[in-house]
């Protein structure tokens, strides 16, 4: 209300909003645990909601954690890093929006060195002895890391017979030799990082006994 010096009284209304004060914090996607490999480029995503209109733009997002002993601290809804040592390594997201409202959401990065070391072989025989038409068994078995291989593909043995290269895979393969000689056999096994070992043998075939027949 208000009132001139001739008494003339003027009246006016405001109306005023009381906002409470933004105290929800941002709602963040739970993120899954993650196995990489040394060396990898690694990618973090976040993914978060809040109540407040402007969070697209005043929203803040830091990736806090621990690496080869040297705290690393990463911000933006998306961060990239690259792990150089083997070790398991908790991440910490914290998502605040423009009102200084924090949430945080944690997983593990599980950082393995890349499998380099080839497969053990065993060989049941290193030198065979057959007649020719007779079925010679090649065979072997393999391990990698303690398991064994049983993925037959991955037992690839090669050789040369009557002057044309033969190609046999499985741990255990077949063949009837019909020329007399001595045979050497290079088998390779491969694991499923693609590190390969290598045997060899020995197959010596000879003519058969006068009056013997091979049947197999």
Do not use: C
Not at 19 to 38: E, K, L
Not at 65 to 71: E, L, M, Q, S
Not at 143 to 156: F, L
């Amino acid at each position: 209300t208000v009132t001139d010096g001739s008494g003339n009284v003027g009246t006016g209304t405001l109306t005023v909003t009381v906002i409470p004060p933004d105290t929800t914090p941002p709602s963040i996607q739970p993120i899954a645990d993650m196995n990489v490999m040394t060396g990898e480029l690694v990618t973090f995503e976040a993914v978060a909601s809040d109540d407040s209109a402007n969070f697209t733009t005043t929203g803040q997002y830091n990736w806090t954690f621990t690496a080869g002993g040297v705290a690393q601290d990463l911000s933006g809804s998306t961060a990239t890093f690259t792990f150089t040592a083997a070790e398991n390594v908790v991440v910490t997201l914290t998502v605040a929006d423009g009102s200084g409202n924090a949430a945080t959401a944690t997983f593990t990065v599980h950082v393995r060195a890349p499998d380099t070391t080839p497969p053990n072989i065993l060989l049941a025989r290193t030198t065979v002895t057959a007649h020719v038409g007779e079925d010679v068994l090649l065979s072997a078995s393999a391990e990698d890391g303690g398991s064994p291989i049983s993925n037959g593909s991955a037992y690839v043995w090669t050789f040369t017979a009557g002057g044309a290269p033969v190609t046999l895979t499985g741990g255990q393969a077949h063949y009837t030799f019909s020329v007399p000689g001595t045979y050497n056999i290079t088998l390779k096994v491969a694991d499923t990082a693609g590190n390969v070992a290598t045997a060899y043998m020995e197959v010596t075939v000879t003519e058969a006994p006068p009056g013997t027949t091979n049947t197999g």
